[in-house]
């Protein structure tokens, strides 16, 4: 893509008109090209400011959060009303040696894998060496939904990004495992955050985890209310499930000073029986 066709697709591009391949392209051209780059930003600080000002200026806060509220409400309706109406044809029940088999819609798996191919391509960082609470502040102003930064075990936050996952702007927020006894280099670690109101995915919420394969990679998918998260990494199922769910065990375990977690080794997807 050159800065030409750039010039021509940008205002679709920030009206999210694209598809995924197309948004791919146009955020690749960005991460070599400085001046596209400030142009987008400067156009999305220009977009922010009116839509606050137009905020501001029709109605205070409260009033403004309680339409939020009502919407995100009546959207939950309505999709509850439309998951009813068409359970019987989104799922399809089967029996297969004595038990049953639920035939789930293909959508997640569309959300899955257009986050492995976006952590594929290794696209360069808007911020990077900073620590959770600076991401989490810089990303405050530039998307439309909050963005917690997991705390991953035995991982350090690298650098992040704005990005798609899907029609959705998302976070991206890149890690690095710490390096093991055996000095093994340290292991990379994306995971998107985005918003998820209508709830379009099945995810469920933590300890649980929905495990998915893509493209030779494995992707964990879970949610915290409206908040969806894809962790995407070459680490096996187990370490994964450490590396999420470790930060919760000294609570939960407080009372049992003794008890001790075993030690799982790291191992890349290829390595796992």
């Keep these: 893509m050159t800065c030409q066709e750039l010039d021509r697709l940008l205002y679709p591009y920030l009206d999210g008109e694209f598809q995924s391949e197309e948004r791919l392209d146009v955020e690749t051209h960005l991460g070599t090209c400085a001046a596209c780059a400030h142009r987008v930003e400067e156009e999305r600080r220009f977009r922010r400011a009116v839509r606050h000002s137009v905020q501001v200026s029709r109605a205070p806060a409260s009033l403004r959060d309680g339409i939020q509220l009502g919407l995100r409400r009546q959207q939950r309706r309505a999709y509850q009303l439309q998951w009813l109406r068409m359970s019987a044809a989104a799922l399809v029940v089967v029996a297969v040696g004595g038990g049953w088999i639920a035939i789930r819609p293909e959508e997640r798996q569309r959300f899955v894998e ?17 620590p959770p609470e600076h991401v989490e502040a810089w990303f405050d102003d530039k998307l439309d939904h909050r963005v917690p930064v997991p705390r991953l075990s035995h991982a350090q936050v690298k650098g992040a990004r704005i990005t798609h996952v899907k029609d959705k702007p998302a976070a991206y927020i890149s890690y690095e495992t710490t390096p093991d006894q055996e000095g093994q280099a340290g292991r990379r670690v994306g995971v998107f955050v985005f918003d998820d109101v209508g709830r379009e995915l099945d995810a469920p919420a933590l300890p649980g985890l ?25 680490l096996s199922e187990a370490d994964i499930r450490k590396m999420i769910l470790e930060k919760e065990r000294p609570s939960r375990m407080a009372n049992a000073p003794h008890a001790t977690e075993p030690t799982l080794p790291i191992l890349p997807v290829s390595d796992v029986p």
Excluded: C
């Design 210 to 234: 929905q495990m998915n394969t893509s493209q030779g990679v494995n992707i964990a998918v879970w949610r915290d209310e409206e908040i969806v998260y894809e962790l995407v990494t070459d």
């Design 114 to 130: 257009d986050a492995a191919k976006r952590h594929a391509k290794r696209l360069p960082f808007e911020i990077s060496n900073a």
